[in-house]
């Protein structure tokens, strides 16, 4: 009895001390604990994590134990822990700081350090440019020629233009049928729209990672699409080869385009300054469940 009286005691006296600010700091630690348990649920992360439980318990153990080699062995994992995790998390770490630089607070913070991109002439080069990438698609699509055009946005995609060929030209339809005519040598490759202009075509995207729900018979184009929205913001027309269908792809959403006049609007949407940015995300409700998300994703997805 005495202890359970003591105990409230201190509860009480904790209570008349608490402020404000405990109780903002109390939901700031709940959400990163909340952030952290999500990323190690939804990555491999959580196999790794299982890994170094185990290598604790050896530890433990070889301690208890008293065994010298062993126990001097792991210490060394233990010391260097923070380091060893930051290694093995990198791919990780990298994709959620991204994920945290693409959000909308963030963009509203930078967007004194943003280059502007309201003035009339760069706003002409990006409509010309869709009014190109539209016809060309267009073009594409009843002869049956693939193509893989990426738009660049917030997320600057250099690694990804190193891995091709610089260009930097204004783009037009001949030079993309040139690009993607089947005996070019940069045809299997993307090509990277910058500000409007072609910055670079034959360059390799990477191949969906997060995706699980992938149709079995998508193309290499569209699993390459996939994963360069997944990796960015970045915006990719694909026209398939095989049946000369268009798709948009956008954070990781892949959605086929009924005609020219969809995706006009659809890529305008989403590129132009002067129009209110939306992701095809609307098309796919963040509520859906697993189930639901992989019919969804099966309607929505060929090859």
């Given at each position: 009895?005495?202890?359970?009286?003591?105990?409230?005691?201190?509860?009480?006296?904790?209570?008349?001390?608490?402020?404000?600010?405990?109780?903002?700091?109390?939901?700031?630690?709940?959400?990163?604990?909340?952030?952290?348990?999500?990323?190690?649920?939804?990555?491999?992360?959580?196999?790794?994590?299982?890994?170094?439980?185990?290598?604790?318990?050896?530890?433990?153990?070889?301690?208890?134990?008293?065994?010298?080699?062993?126990?001097?062995?792991?210490?060394?994992?233990?010391?260097?822990?923070?380091?060893?995790?930051?290694?093995?998390?990198?791919?990780?770490?990298?994709?959620?700081?991204?994920?945290?630089?693409?959000?909308?607070?963030?963009?509203?913070?930078?967007?004194?350090?943003?280059?502007?991109?309201?003035?009339?002439?760069?706003?002409?080069?990006?409509?010309?440019?869709?009014?190109?990438?539209?016809?060309?698609?267009?073009?594409?699509?009843?002869?049956?020629?693939?193509?893989?055009?990426?738009?660049?946005?917030?997320?600057?995609?250099?690694?990804?233009?190193?891995?091709?060929?610089?260009?930097?030209?204004?783009?037009?339809?001949?030079?993309?049928?040139?690009?993607?005519?089947?005996?070019?040598?940069?045809?299997?490759?993307?090509?990277?729209?910058?500000?409007?202009?072609?910055?670079?075509?034959?360059?390799?995207?990477?191949?969906?990672?997060?995706?699980?729900?992938?149709?079995?018979?998508?193309?290499?184009?569209?699993?390459?699409?996939?994963?360069?929205?997944?990796?960015?913001?970045?915006?990719?027309?694909?026209?398939?080869?095989?049946?000369?269908?268009?798709?948009?792809?956008?954070?990781?959403?892949?959605?086929?385009?009924?005609?020219?006049?969809?995706?006009?609007?659809?890529?305008?949407?989403?590129?132009?300054?002067?129009?209110?940015?939306?992701?095809?995300?609307?098309?796919?409700?963040?509520?859906?469940?697993r189930k639901d998300k992989k019919s969804e994703n099966k309607k929505n997805k060929e090859f």
């Open positions: 009895m005495g202890m359970i009286l003591s105990w409230f005691r201190s509860l009480f006296s904790v209570i008349k001390t608490f402020e404000l600010k405990d109780a903002v700091d109390i939901l700031c630690v709940t959400f990163i604990i909340y952030i952290l348990i999500k990323f190690i649920r939804d990555t491999k992360a959580v196999q790794l994590m299982k890994g170094a439980i185990m290598l604790m318990v050896v530890y433990v153990l070889a301690s208890f134990f008293n065994l010298t080699m062993l126990s001097a062995l792991l210490r060394m994992f233990v010391e260097f822990g923070v380091l060893i995790i930051l290694i093995i998390f990198q791919p990780e770490i990298r994709n959620g700081l991204e994920k945290l630089g693409r959000n909308n607070l963030s963009q509203k913070i930078g967007i004194g350090i943003s280059k502007s991109y309201n003035d009339d002439e760069t706003l002409a080069i990006q409509r010309k440019c869709i009014s190109d990438v539209v016809a060309i698609s267009q073009s594409f699509s009843q002869k049956k020629v693939g193509a893989l055009i990426v738009f660049e946005q917030e997320t600057k995609l250099g690694e990804i233009i190193a891995t091709g060929t610089l260009l930097d030209a204004l783009p037009s339809v001949s030079l993309f049928g040139n690009l993607f005519f089947n005996k070019a040598p940069l045809h299997d490759g993307a090509v990277i729209i910058r500000e409007g202009r072609i910055c670079s075509a034959g360059c390799i995207l990477p191949l969906t990672r997060k995706n699980s729900d992938v149709d079995a018979d998508l193309g290499t184009r569209h699993r390459a699409a996939l994963g360069m929205s997944e990796d960015s913001d970045a915006v990719v027309v694909v026209v398939s080869e095989e049946t000369g269908s268009i798709s948009l792809v956008h954070k990781g959403y892949l959605k086929k385009m009924q005609d020219s006049d969809e995706l006009r609007e659809r890529l305008e949407n989403l590129i132009l300054p002067d129009n209110s940015k939306t992701d095809l995300t609307s098309y796919f409700p963040s509520f859906l469940s």
